[in-house]
């Protein structure tokens, strides 16, 4: 009975072939019979290999290893063992050259060729380690050598589109137009917004807001959480009041002025329990009064 496995040909290839020869992937596995193969699977070993059979190439191989047709080559599926020489035609259509100095004495041993050079023409069927042997005995060269196309690396993935990469954002869905952090948080700063320790939008930054109530009308099923912060200065509790009421002060602006419907946003103020930088300098004190906008789809 013909029994089916699954061989790692292109792999026992590169440990058989010098390393110019054949630029083989890793764990090409191809599914061949060791009695016999077709067109269609010895043929995707060559590929897996690197080598393609063209269709000039093809009228030199059996027909029912492979045809042309409408100027395309169509494999054979029908498995067959195929002579010495006719492998030798189906070897050498794809670019494979005998080495012929020491093929006689790798390959004797397996009938396919006599000391003088000669193939034999009876049909045999190779199983793996004859294959291999075969192939060792064939070099590839320099001009017909067929290198494996690059994989396309594709670019780092931002999915928001907000110009931070999807590894870095830790606030996804941020919409188009938002005013982000280097975080990719959509973020207000409350030093422009308001005065110290009030929680009245300055007029001066109205326009800031109106951007907000833009892109909300852009963006009909968007609803947005308002979320305020501040720094370490000052009381716990007083500073937790202060984030609530300059987050109710940016929702009450988008409403009344802005035109945004109350059910499409909600506040909540962490005070200074959400820090993003440092409160030990003036810089990382301004960057954690903020008001956040965590957009829900």
Excluded at 52 to 62: C, I, W, Y
Aim: glycine share 8%; charged share 20%.
């Amino acid at each position: 009975m013909k029994k089916v496995i699954v061989l790692a040909i292109c792999v026992a290839f590169v440990m058989s072939l010098p390393a110019f020869a054949i630029d083989v992937p890793e764990g090409a596995l191809v599914k061949m019979k060791s009695t016999a193969y077709s067109g269609t699977e010895f043929n995707a070993v060559m590929e897996a290999c690197g080598l393609t059979l063209s269709p000039e190439a093809a009228g030199n191989v059996p027909s029912s290893y492979a045809k042309v047709k409408n100027g395309e080559v169509v494999f054979g599926k029908k498995s067959t063992a195929y002579s010495p020489d006719l492998t030798n035609d189906i070897l050498t259509a794809y670019g494979l050259v005998l080495n012929k100095e020491e093929a006689a004495a790798k390959l004797g041993a397996i009938n396919y060729m006599d000391k003088n050079g000669n193939f034999n023409k009876k049909s045999y069927a190779y199983g793996k380690s004859e294959l291999t042997q075969i192939l060792a005995a064939y070099d590839v060269p320099a001009e017909t050598v067929i290198i494996p196309p690059k994989k396309e690396v594709m670019p780092p993935a931002d999915s928001d589109g907000d110009g931070v990469l999807d590894a870095d954002d830790i606030c996804p869905g941020t919409p188009k137009g938002a005013s982000i952090d280097k975080r990719g948080c959509w973020v207000l700063q409350q030093d422009y917004l308001f005065d110290f320790d009030k929680a009245v939008v300055k007029a001066d930054y109205y326009p800031v807001l109106d951007g907000v109530v833009k892109i909300m009308n852009a963006n009909p099923n968007l609803s947005v959480r308002l979320e305020g912060h501040t720094d370490s200065i000052g009381a716990a509790a007083y500073n937790q009041k202060l984030s609530e009421r300059r987050a109710n002060a940016v929702m009450n602006y988008l409403i009344n002025q802005g035109g945004v419907s109350a059910s499409r946003l909600s506040t909540i103020g962490y005070g200074e329990e959400r820090p993003v930088a440092s409160n030990a300098t003036k810089e990382g004190r301004a960057t954690n009064r903020r008001v956040e906008l965590t957009p829900i789809w």
